[in-house]
């Protein structure tokens, strides 16, 4: 029997903390994340192994930036170190901010930290304005700007929220720093298998790793026919190293569809005959600004083509 699905209060939530990061603003964005008890951590790798060592129920990790692509260590932690599924996807439009103290100047700030995935995001940005300011990698964004207050050095300045900036009693100089708008990062709701795979909305995503048992000329080719044979949309293809030797490869994919969808459960049952071997990553509710509308618009559509469905039955002879 399924012992999760539903979010309450009492349900427990770990995230990349401290206070303040863009993870725990995503989760801050759903109302039901929101009103758990949130735990923050201070590494990817730590949230997932609460959830598997079941110190949390649920845990919240970034995988993709709009800008800067994959979160590689977290993809791959899911991939090769754990037996966890997402259950819901997030999506977050991205506001990197310059944060110090006040009335710091742009002309003395010496050292920027954040976590690389958001330094990466504003090269540019720091290239024109900071060229001579120092890097320096922090666990978080939220992490980020905890130093910089404790630090109490105008010579110092951090790239994270809006909200950090509040929380840690600093100011932000410059808003908007990312360098490319439309900055989204895709966050991953992810839970033990025993939670359950949540049920078809009208909009969902399915996400697997393919393993193959040799490379070979067309090897790709023949995974995505699968695909392409029953008419299904592919919204991500990732190779990543197998960690096992150079030059060997899986592929991340994520297809339009829910497992509960024959079609898509057929072309993963032909995929895990045919492979070495298929690593079921998750089916669930996709994000974006529009997803609730699609859901019930796919909603609407499929008790309208129900009603259809019975009225023609109801000529059938009997």
């Known amino acids: 029997m399924l012992s999760g699905m539903l979010v309450t209060p009492t349900t427990t939530v770990a995230y990349l903390g401290p206070e303040g990061t863009f993870t725990e603003e995503a989760l801050l964005n759903q109302a039901d994340l929101a009103s758990a008890q949130r735990v923050p951590l201070a590494t990817f790798s730590d949230v997932l192994n609460a959830v598997e060592h079941r110190r949390a129920h649920l845990g919240l990790v970034a995988l993709e930036n709009s800008i800067e692509g994959t979160v590689n260590i977290a993809l791959d932690e899911l991939i090769f170190s754990h037996d966890l599924w997402v259950v819901?996807?997030?999506?977050?439009?991205?506001?990197?901010?310059?944060?110090?103290?006040?009335?710091?100047?742009?002309?003395?700030?010496?050292?920027?930290?954040?976590?690389?995935?958001?330094?990466?995001?504003?090269?540019?940005?720091?290239?024109?304005?900071?060229?001579?300011?120092?890097?320096?990698?922090?666990?978080?964004?939220?992490?980020?700007?905890?130093?910089?207050?404790?630090?109490?050095?105008?010579?110092?300045?951090?790239?994270?929220?809006?909200?950090?900036?509040?929380?840690?009693?600093?100011?932000?100089l410059v808003s908007g720093i990312e360098d490319h708008d439309d900055n989204t990062t895709r966050f991953a709701l992810v839970a033990r298998p025993e939670w359950g795979?949540?049920?078809p909305t009208g909009h969902d995503k399915t996400s697997i790793v393919c393993f193959q048992s040799s490379d070979h000329p067309g090897s790709l080719h023949t995974i995505l026919g699968q695909f392409a044979a029953?008419?299904?949309?592919?919204?991500?293809?990732?190779?990543?190293?197998?960690?096992?030797?150079?030059?060997?490869?899986?592929?991340?994919?994520?297809?339009?569809?829910?497992?509960?969808?024959?079609?898509?459960?057929?072309?993963?049952?032909?995929?895990?005959?045919?492979?070495?071997?298929?690593?079921?990553?998750?089916?669930?509710?996709?994000?974006?600004?529009?997803?609730?509308?699609?859901?019930?618009?796919?909603?609407?559509?499929?008790?309208?083509?129900?009603?259809?469905i019975r009225g023609l039955r109801d000529h059938i002879e009997r």
Do not use: M
């Open 88 to 172: 819901r996807e997030l999506q977050l439009s991205v506001d990197q901010c310059l944060v110090g103290l006040a009335g710091a100047q742009l002309s003395g700030v010496k050292k920027v930290i954040s976590i690389p995935v958001a330094t990466a995001q504003c090269r540019g940005w720091l290239a024109a304005h900071l060229p001579g300011a120092e890097e320096e990698a922090s666990a978080s964004t939220g992490d980020a700007v905890r130093r910089v207050a404790e630090a109490q050095d105008p010579q110092l300045c951090a790239i994270g929220t809006k909200r950090a900036a509040q929380l840690y009693g600093l100011s932000v």
């Open 197 to 199: 795979i949540p049920a």
């Open 230 to 308: 029953r008419g299904l949309n592919l919204t991500k293809l990732e190779s990543r190293p197998t960690k096992k030797a150079l030059g060997e490869y899986c592929f991340v994919i994520d297809v339009d569809g829910h497992l509960a969808d024959e079609v898509v459960a057929d072309c993963l049952r032909e995929l895990h005959a045919s492979l070495l071997a298929v690593k079921f990553l998750g089916s669930y509710p996709a994000g974006g600004a529009h997803g609730e509308e699609r859901r019930r618009a796919a909603s609407d559509a499929w008790r309208a083509a129900d009603l259809w």
